[in-house]
């Protein structure tokens, strides 16, 4: 339940860390996010 910009925010982080772009901030994404 994010907006368009926090969407866009997320998959351009994903991206850049060679995970799938999806702008779910899922286990995945926030393992890298943490690590």
Request: proline share 0%; no cysteine.
């Amino acid at each position: 339940m994010f907006g368009t910009v926090t969407e866009k925010a997320v998959k351009a982080f994903q991206e850049a860390n060679h995970l799938t772009d999806d702008g779910i901030a899922g286990r995945d994404t926030f393992s890298k996010l943490f690590a």
